[in-house]
């Protein structure tokens, strides 16, 4: 076998010389020298549509979409919090009517995004088609048969045999389509073809980017997003009128709520007591008992926090907790006028909690007239600073409850029909309850106690049953799923089009001078890489296995520059290494 070498550096001449079996290795579409387009509306269009199909500007469109989404995650949304975004208006003065302009606190739905995002998708689209037209008619074709001279490719390697021509060639056909190349015999030759799965991967990748592209926008369209807290015992169905807050898509409607229902049966909590992370939440979950639609079947559900519970496309998830404690409060007479669970809101780690009881009917004062009574209310679930009666919780458990009230009477304006808010108190019709020394009323209960109000107005009793509510976000994407299966096909497409190396082979034996076979084996890749010279040289030994090599003529009958014929291994190590 003579020397296997691998000149990565052939010319432009040489390339013409290799004709068809030089061609794109790809689907992906030549490089043209730039020119100004015709003159006219149409080569104007032309021009344009090469443009924004060519893979540069693919790639810079994806990079300027990436670039639009950074403001979108830095600057407050009006879709996701429009009391953040008010917020902003009041500190700055200047820069909000800039952002407003540029559509900055609505970055998803503004002009300049959406047309990104839009001739992204045109640019993909105007990618994918012609090349994929394009690599079906490589499917369905062959591979192009050998150049006229073998060595003047990239990796090639040369011995004479004395086995018959069309037996050599036979073999090399066997042998390469038992390695999986697409082989067949052209004239004296035979040409063979492997890794057409890299371009598969390239346009896989391709596609999923514009199943990923549609995804987002159907979910961002039909998306709804609201919060619920509920307190244990209470449930939930999924209405609109059920939600405390609640956002949706421009294309959402009621109908496409997912029809289900589900009570919040136990909040269980558990926290570190000792140690550097005392107070840290070890566990968070709520039981659950759910059904789907109007009649479906009672199930149990389990949901922690980043566990959430899935029903359809709609997700349950479990974002916050705090406690309800259970207030009884009682006119002059001693009748019930109220009686619930009263969720506040915790402000710090430790569940200091914050809220009012609000009794909007029922009531009537010692003069017998009807009047609203309210209590600002201050909850910690473990009281630890009874020498100066500071609401400060010093551990999130139930260990030491207290609550703290203070006392108001007249009108709460829930009438008004101004929307307010049940965690916080209208006061500007509201007197206050005195004390003896003519201060506002106010007394720290724990479970069981109850505060007595002046002068035969009635009474609060805390409850000994403290309850604790849950709060849930339920999210409802119908593009998730999508999405994520477009992300993996695009990660696996982008692997296979980064690893898989497509090449050619031609195994060409003729009838040399003096009668004897002369065998040539030569390889051609996209690129430049040591795998297609490894491989020739693999399928090089093996080949020279069935037909060994014979010296070449010369005044010795050997030729210095020849390599043992008894040794394919060492032809083909020489071939790896060049």
């Given amino acids: 076998m003579s020397d296997t070498t691998t000149d990565n550096t052939p010319g432009t001449g040489e390339d013409q010389e290799l ?25 104007w269009a032309r021009w344009f549509w090469r443009q924004l199909t060519s893979m540069r500007v693919a790639l810079l469109l994806l990079l300027l979409l990436s670039l639009g ?65 394009q690599f079906v008619g490589q499917l369905r074709g062959r591979p192009p048969g050998a150049p006229r001279r073998l060595t003047r490719l990239p990796a090639h390697t040369t011995w004479r045999t004395g086995a018959e021509p069309e037996t050599v060639r036979a073999a090399a056909l066997a042998l390469l389509r038992k390695r999986r190349f697409r082989a067949h015999l052209v004239g004296d030759a035979v040409a063979a073809e492997k890794g057409y799965l890299r371009e598969v991967g390239n346009l896989l990748f391709h596609i999923a980017l514009i199943v990923m592209l549609i995804a987002f926008a159907w979910g961002q369209l039909f998306k709804s997003e609201g919060n619920k807290l509920i307190v244990e015992g209470d449930g939930f169905a999924n209405t609109l009128t059920q939600y405390d807050d ?11 709520l997912e029809p289900f229902s589900f009570e919040v049966k136990e909040f269980t909590g558990t926290y570190e007591r000792t140690g550097p992370n005392k107070g840290t939440p070890r566990t968070y979950e709520t039981e659950l008992t ?45 009748e019930i006028v109220f009686q619930d669970a009263v969720p506040l809101l915790p402000l710090d780690a430790n569940v ?30 473990t009281f630890g600073d009874s020498a100066t009666g500071a609401m400060v919780s010093q551990f999130p458990a139930l260990d030491y409850p207290v609550l ?37 009323f106010k007394q720290l209960l724990t479970p ?7 002068d035969g107005a009635g009474s609060i009793t805390f409850e000994k049953d403290v309850k604790e509510w849950a709060g849930f976000q339920i999210v409802q994407e119908s593009g998730a799923g999508w999405a994520l299966g477009g992300a993996v096909v695009a990660i696996a497409g982008l692997a296979g089009s980064l690893f898989i190396q497509r090449r050619r082979v031609w195994v060409r034996a003729v009838e040399g001078p003096d009668g004897v076979t002369v065998v040539e084996m030569a390889g051609l890749g996209r690129s430049e890489s040591a795998k297609v010279p490894e491989e020739l040289g693999d399928l090089a030994g093996l080949l020279y296995d069935q037909a060994p090599g014979v010296p070449d003529p010369g005044p010795d009958d050997a030729s210095p520059n020849t390599s043992d014929p008894t040794d394919p291994q060492a032809a083909t190590a020489e071939g790896a290494e060049q």
Avoid at 69 to 83: E, K, Y
Avoid at 356 to 377: C, I, M, S, T
Avoid at 425 to 435: A, L, V
Avoid at 448 to 454: D, K, S, V
């Fill in 19 to 43: 004709g068809d079996a030089g061609s794109q290795l790809s689907t992906a579409p030549k490089e043209e020298p730039a020119h100004l387009p015709s003159l006219g509306v149409v080569g």
């Fill in 246 to 256: 609640f956002k949706a898509g421009n294309l959402f409607t009621n109908e496409n």
């Fill in 352 to 381: 200091t909690s914050q809220g009012v009881v609000k009794v909007l009917d029922g009531y009537r004062n010692p003069d017998g007239k009807k009047e609203q009574l309210g209590f600002q209310a201050w909850f910690v679930p």
């Fill in 448 to 454: 069981g106690e109850t505060m007595t109000l002046p």
């Fill in 69 to 133: 989404a950074i403001p979108g995650s830095l600057i407050p949304q009006t879709g996701i919090d429009a009391t953040k975004v008010a917020d902003f208006r009041e500190r700055h003065d200047i820069l909000a009517p800039v952002y407003d302009k540029l559509g900055l606190f609505n970055v998803y739905s503004s002009v300049w995004f959406s047309a990104i995002y839009i001739l992204l998708f045109i640019s993909l689209i105007g990618c994918i088609v012609p090349r994929t037209w």
């Fill in 404 to 440: 703290a009230l203070n006392a108001y009477h007249g009108d709460l304006k829930a009438d008004s029909g101004i929307p307010q808010s049940v965690y916080q108190m209208d006061k500007s019709k509201m007197k206050e309850f005195k004390d003896a020394d003519g201060e506002l």
């Fill in 290 to 334: 759910y059904a789907e639609g109007a009649d479906g079947e009672e199930r149990t559900a389990l949901v922690k926090v980043n566990k959430p519970l899935t029903i359809g496309d709609a997700k349950v998830y479990l974002v916050s907790h705090g406690y309800a404690p259970v207030v009884t409060v009682r006119d002059g007479k001693g």
